[in-house]
């Protein structure tokens, strides 16, 4: 069965600090999906990326990035510079290859504070 | 283009009651799913449409939830006999076409309340 870790319950910072969220990810299955969502307070489930297992590069998006590492079953978000507004749950969330649709499997989130 | 729409946003009902969720996918998305989110937790999958048929669902916590899409493209999630344990975020998401390489882009989610 697979199973999604978010060992952060919440996490408080202050503005501009760099932020890591942790993901850990259990599957049997050698292809699979890895995303994450951000959830603001009006609770709208927000797509950020989508990462297949075979695609191990670390990618860069703005203030945003994130690095898989299969080895350790690890794929962690970074906001670099962090700002009030990233203020939010995050998920992560896995789905396999071969279930029917692809039906997604999230952590408990990370709520993540950023104080002014 | 218009996302994903879910009616109503709040629902309040009591115990043994029956209630109706609606979700309004993306346009041109064959895909639909259904999730429940209790406070606190994140989401938990319930039940996946691929047109009009239920393809998986496997995640209908027991016979008191039930879920159609009669013409493939609106969805009605609907529960029976409500209690109080199924307050809820009940969140709907739509994908193109239901791969797994698909991204599901979820609605804004109906809060359930069972007094």
């Known amino acids: 069965a697979q199973k999604v870790t978010q060992a952060q319950t919440e996490i408080s910072v202050v503005e501009k600090e760099d932020v890591t969220l942790d993901c850990v990810y259990e599957t049997r299955d050698t292809t699979y999906y890895l995303f994450w969502y951000k959830q603001p307070p009006s609770g709208e489930l927000v797509f950020l990326i989508r990462?297949?297992?075979?695609?191990?590069q670390n990618e860069i998006s703005g203030r945003y990035s994130w690095n898989f590492q299969k080895s350790t079953s690890s794929f962690n978000f970074t906001i670099t510079a962090s700002q009030v507004v990233d203020s939010a749950v995050y998920f992560c969330a896995l789905s396999e290859s071969g279930t029917s649709g692809s039906r997604l499997t999230f952590g408990e989130g990370t709520q993540l504070t950023v104080n002014p | 283009g218009a996302g994903v729409s879910q009616t109503p946003s709040n629902k309040v009902t009591e115990k043994g009651k029956y209630v109706e969720l609606r979700c309004d996918p993306i346009s041109g998305h064959t895909a639909l799913y259904w999730y429940r989110q209790s406070l606190g937790q994140g989401p938990e999958f319930l039940i996946y449409?691929?047109?009009?048929?239920?393809?998986?669902d496997s995640g209908l916590p027991n016979d008191r939830f039930f879920a159609v899409r009669p013409e493939g493209s609106v969805s009605t999630l609907k529960i029976q006999r409500t209690e109080r344990g199924d307050s809820a975020v009940y969140l709907c998401a739509s994908s193109f076409s239901g791969g797994s390489t698909d991204t599901q882009y979820f609605g804004p989610g109906t809060r359930l309340t069972v007094l």
């Open positions: 449409f691929q047109g009009t048929g239920a393809a998986d």
């Open positions: 990462r297949n297992s075979f695609d191990e």
